[in-house]
């Protein structure tokens, strides 16, 4: 199995920067996509940003686009999410989560192991 550790979260102004981090430990060779969802009490869990393992495609939910920025460092087993010009609407607990497959990364029922998350509170 696969475990994933969230870190980075915080408090930050509007309009400042963030940078999440998630690193995989265990079976991390199973892994071919991760991803970044964001959850908001009273509303559904939200896809922000996925990228295959390999780096060779990346997909962001339109509402981030331009601002946040998904990479990945394999030596580190590592998957990184920039933040930049943060809104306060971005405020959520962002999880990170690994798929084994190299396709869905959109979608939540894909992915197959899920992180604890990382609070991200953006204020006014």
């Known amino acids: 199995q696969v475990q994933l550790v969230e870190s980075g979260g915080g408090l930050v102004q509007a309009g400042g920067s963030l940078r999440l981090s998630c690193a995989a430990s265990?079976?991390?060779?199973?892994?071919?996509?991760m991803g970044w969802f964001r959850q908001t009490p009273g509303k559904e869990r939200e896809f922000v940003a996925g990228?295959?393992?390999?780096?060779?495609?990346?997909a962001y939910t339109g509402s981030v686009k331009g601002r946040f920025t998904i990479s990945r460092d394999n030596a580190k087993n590592t998957v990184y999410l920039q933040m930049n010009s943060l809104k306060p609407e971005d405020t959520a607990d962002y999880v990170c989560?690994?798929?084994?497959?190299?396709?869905?990364?959109?979608?939540?029922?894909?992915?197959?192991?899920w992180g604890q998350g990382t609070q991200v509170t953006v204020s006014s």
């Open positions: 989560a690994a798929n084994r497959l190299w396709s869905g990364l959109s979608v939540a029922k894909q992915y197959d192991y």
């Open positions: 265990g079976r991390t060779f199973s892994i071919a996509s």
């Open positions: 990228i295959t393992w390999s780096g060779t495609a990346t």
